[in-house]
């Protein structure tokens, strides 16, 4: 695996990261991407291995296909970037935010994608990371789950198009990120608590939850156009 190159878009925190730890654990090559320098900068002081760090703004679609020339040769994607917007009762919701969450999310995820084929191997493959909010009934999640179905929604689509190039997706649930970081310390203990009541697991995930994940989406060969919810079954209640 050692000659094995993945890219990770989002790369500097949570999910990102812990994928980039698995992935460097296991002997690959990894670069790293995200908005702000200095947390990518303290992302990549924290891992070991054969690792590269690049400042990106995913969202500025027209310059990512700039930073993927610069990239140069890949085997694997995984695109770990995502947005907070989208989140409160439908009726209120502004469209403003759902709109914003599609510029932070779906877009990026797109563009992401598209830009990385020319330098893609073969047999390389392209994972996704939409939210258990794409498959369940979670009420205040309207917008957020729309965006988050519209990346799982490629999924199925590319693997059949882009054949033999895998893509996958992962589905991750309610997860102890930094996107948390926006409720009080508080808040979310109890947000966790009660999430945690509702899942068969009896707790919320963690980023290594999905790292694994995605590690097994990349190794196995067999694997594409399937979406792993991996969500503690929260979604079965839901």
Known sequence: MSSQHAVIIGGSSGIGLATARTLLARGFKVTITGRDEKKLKAAKASVTGEVAALAMDAADTANVPAVFKRIGGLDHLILALGSGKGVGPFATMPIDDVHQGFVEKVLPHFACAQAALPAMAKHGSITFISAVTAHAAMPGTSGIGA???AVAALVPILA????????????????????????????????????AGKTPVGRVGTPDD?????????????????????????????
């Open 210 to 238: 999905i790292a694994q994940a995605i590690a097994f989406l990349i190794a196995d060969s067999f694997m594409s156009g399937q979406t792993i919810i991996c969500d503690g079954g929260l979604g079965l209640g839901s």
């Open 147 to 149: 965006a988050n179905a």
């Open 160 to 195: 059949a198009e882009l054949k033999p190039l895998r893509v996958n997706g992962v589905s991750p649930g309610i997860i102890d990120t930094p996107w948390w970081d926006f409720l009080p310390a508080d808040h979310k203990s109890a947000a966790f608590a009660g999430y």
